[in-house]
């Protein structure tokens, strides 16, 4: 009697055969194309590249001098080329620095030498923010954290940016 009923009919195993071609076959051809759909969502966007400015290091001075640059950015499917602005110059030691222009404060852009008042800071025209030549903000004016520093490097004399980020500690 048990014998019986563990029994497969001939429809049955038809069926459970073709259910499982068929969901293999399926498969088959979904796991491409949802790989399609979400594989440029899944890849890491050009953002942390080092980009070549075109600067060479030997005409960075102790004056802070602005420069411009594009850089391509993948967003999901979408490529675009976005402007990024940098106050490029050798501090004391030598050593290249490299700010973001864009205030601290509501995100206008600052520039070197901007006031009479103050030739020697960077100044911010839509509220009279100032920062010191090392970028930190200056004390009683409208931003209150110092200005934002490019990642760099030198590769054979010429100077390479990336990221702008918050400094540490501000
Ligand atoms: S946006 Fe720069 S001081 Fe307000």
């Known amino acids: 009697m048990s014998d019986k009923k563990q029994q497969v009919s001939r429809r049955q195993f038809l069926n459970y055969t073709l259910t499982g071609v068929g969901g293999f076959m399926a498969a088959g051809m979904l796991a491409p194309m949802l790989r399609m759909a979400v594989d440029p969502v899944l890849k890491e966007s050009g953002q942390g590249d080092m980009a070549n400015v075109g600067l060479s290091v030997d005409d960075i001075t102790n004056e802070p001098q602005k420069?411009?640059?594009k850089i391509d950015q993948v967003d999901g499917w979408?490529?675009?080329?976005?402007n990024r602005s940098a106050w490029v110059f050798k501090d004391e030691n030598g050593d290249i620095q490299?700010?973001?222009p864009i205030c601290?404060?509501?995100g206008c852009v600052v520039s070197w030498g901007g006031s009479d008042e103050y030739?020697?800071?960077f100044f911010c025209p839509c509220h009279d923010g100032r920062y010191y030549k090392d970028g930190t903000n200056v004390p009683g004016t409208p931003p209150l954290q110092p200005l934002d520093v490019y990642e760099s490097e030198?590769?054979?004399g010429i100077l390479f940016l990336g990221d702008a980020v918050p400094r540490k500690g501000a």
């Open 78 to 82: 979408y490529e675009s080329q976005v």
């Open 98 to 100: 490299a700010f973001s």
């Open 154 to 156: 030198v590769r054979d």
């Open 104 to 106: 601290k404060h509501l």
């Open 67 to 69: 420069i411009d640059w």
């Open 119 to 121: 030739p020697d800071q």
